[in-house]
T-cell receptor, first 114, second 114 residues
C-alpha cells in the first residue's frame, strides 16, 4: 500500500519567515495530494490540494509543489503568522479508483514565533 | 457551510465493552470514511463505505470493528470488544462522490479505554 513520509516533524520559524514542509510517497497510482491543518484538539481542515496533472498551485500565502517523477510534494507558507501554528499533515490518494482513501504523513508541528 | 458532526465528543469505556461512535455526514455526500489518530501520531485510515457497503478497509479494521448506516443518516462505527490500544481519536470523513476530491472531517470522538 501507499507509504507517505513527512519532514520535518517539528519546525519553528520567526513570524514573517517562510516555512517549507516536504513529503514523499511510494505509490505511483497516487494522483491527489491534499494538505490538512490541525489545530490542537480540532478536526483536520483542508488548506490546499493538488492533482498530479499540475506541478504547482498557490492560494494566497500557501503554495504546494509536486514532482511526480521523484514522488515528492511540498507545502510552502510565506509570511508566516502566529495563527499558522498548528500540525500540518500531507496525504496521498489514488483518485478514480474505489473510495480513494487518504494515506497521511506523520505530521509537522509548526510553531511561528511572534 | 454544512459540516460533518460526530457524537459523542468523548467516550470512556471499560476494556471489553462495546462502543458505537456516530457520525452525521454532509447531506449530499455519498462516500464515508472512518480514520483514527492515536495521541501524537498520524491519522490512519480504517474503512471506507459507499452504497451501503464497505469499499475498502485497512488491516486495523479487524473483526472487532463494523460499520453501518442504519437509518440513512447516521454512519456508525462499532467496536465490539474494546482493547486498551483502541484508545484514540476517531474521525469520520465524507466526500460528495467519486469525482470529488475533498474529504471533510468531523470534529472527532475521543475514545478512552480503561
Amino acid at each position: 500500500g501507499e507509504n507517505v513520509e513527512q519532514h520535518p516533524s517539528t519546525l519553528s520559524v520567526q513570524e514573517g519567515d517562510s516555512a517549507v514542509i516536504k513529503c514523499t510517497y511510494s505509490d505511483s497510482a497516487s494522483n491527489y495530494f491534499p494538505w490538512y491543518k490541525q489545530e490542537l484538539g480540532k478536526r483536520p481542515q483542508l488548506i490546499i490540494d493538488i492533482r498530479s496533472n499540475v506541478g504547482e498551485k498557490k492560494d494566497q500565502r500557501i503554495a504546494v509543489t509536486l514532482n511526480k517523477t521523484a514522488k515528492h510534494f511540498s507545502l510552502h507558507i510565506t509570511e508566516t503568522q502566529p495563527e499558522d501554528s498548528a500540525v500540518y499533515f500531507c496525504a496521498a490518494s489514488p483518485l478514480g479508483t474505489g473510495a480513494n482513501n487518504l494515506f497521511f504523513g506523520t505530521g509537522t508541528r509548526l510553531t511561528v514565533i511572534p | 457551510e454544512p459540516e460533518v458532526t460526530q457524537t459523542p465528543s468523548h467516550q470512556v469505556t471499560q476494556m471489553g465493552q462495546e462502543v458505537i461512535l456516530r457520525c452525521v455526514p454532509i447531506s449530499n455526500h455519498l462516500y464515508f470514511y472512518w480514520y483514527r489518530q492515536i495521541l501524537g501520531q498520524k491519522v490512519e485510515f480504517l474503512v471506507s463505505f459507499y452504497n451501503n457497503e464497505i469499499s475498502e478497509k485497512s488491516e486495523i479494521f479487524d473483526d472487532q470493528f463494523s460499520v453501518e448506516r442504519p437509518d440513512g443518516s447516521n454512519f456508525t462505527l462499532k467496536i465490539r470488544s474494546t482493547k486498551l490500544e483502541d484508545s484514540a481519536m476517531y474521525f469520520c470523513a465524507t466526500k460528495v462522490d467519486q469525482g470529488g476530491d475533498t474529504q471533510y472531517f468531523g470534529p472527532g470522538t475521543r475514545l478512552t479505554v480503561l
